[in-house]
């Protein structure tokens, strides 16, 4: 029987991880069925052990499931101990192994297909829910000079910034305090853009900015990546890479062979007009 996965989330029909994985599979040749799981909100269990009942290897996790994703798996990696939250998971007898790709993701893009190393420049990152909590720590792994983690509720900045203390220079603070600051690479982790909001950064953060990426995939010209292009910003990104970059991380884990990611990025870019 052919190794079954699949992405399981609520509401799941905009999902693009089937195109994803299928293109993976045919690259690489492997032989694998990648679909698409509406999960009946508050029945993660019994929806996901109906699926490794019937032979299912993995599953890609997409909101609002990460943490019942977590709270199922019996063994956990460091960035999805840190993130309290999984994206991927893998089945192997009777464990369940829980990932989270994606701030590797992240990082993956930026520094290899964009080409922005993170080493040595100073990076601003506004919001410190789930997505910015992803990405703490491999942020940190590049050692930027210094992270910024700006937010409208502060403690919550701090706070994660705390979590990174022991591996970097961060630190939390609301967006008043960046007034006057300018930063070479700057990410809105936020939600704002899923609502066609912006968060109130000042566009001075951007005098000198390389770099703006917005982690949200497929919204076009946000207000936060319009103000950067306003301000100057050489280079705009959405989170179409990322997207990518996460997949090919789960892919690599459950069948060993890591996918080139180029054409799904193709295919799948939106414009930023
Ligand atoms: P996600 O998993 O997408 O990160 P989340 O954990 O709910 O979602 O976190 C949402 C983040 O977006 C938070 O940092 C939130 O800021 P607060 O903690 O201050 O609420 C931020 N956010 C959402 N809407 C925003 C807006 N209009 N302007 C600025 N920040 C916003």
Known sequence: MTDQYAVIGNPIAFSKSPLIHASFAQATGQEIEYRKI?????????????FRAAGGKGLNIT??????????????????????????????GERVLAENFDGVGLVRDVVHNLGHALRGKRVLMLGAGGAARGAL?????????????????????QALARLGASRGQVRGCGYDALVGERFDLVFNATSASLVGELPPVPATVFASAALAYEL????????????AQGAGVRQLADGVGMLAEQAAEAFAWWRGVRPDTRAVIGQLAIALV
């Open 63 to 92: 909101a609002p499931f990460k943490l019942d994703a977590f709270a199922y798996a019996s063994e956990h990696s460091p960035a999805a101990l840190l993130a309290g939250a999984a994206n991927a998971i893998k089945f192997d």
């Open 38 to 50: 509406e999960g009946p909100l508050g029945r993660f269990e019994e929806t996901v052990a109906a």
């Open 216 to 227: 949200a995939y497929g919204k076009g010209l946000t207000p936060f990546l319009r103000l």
């Open 137 to 157: 720590l491999p942020f940190l792994a590049e050692q930027p000079t210094e992270l910024v983690i700006a937010n409208r509720n502060v403690d919550k900045a």
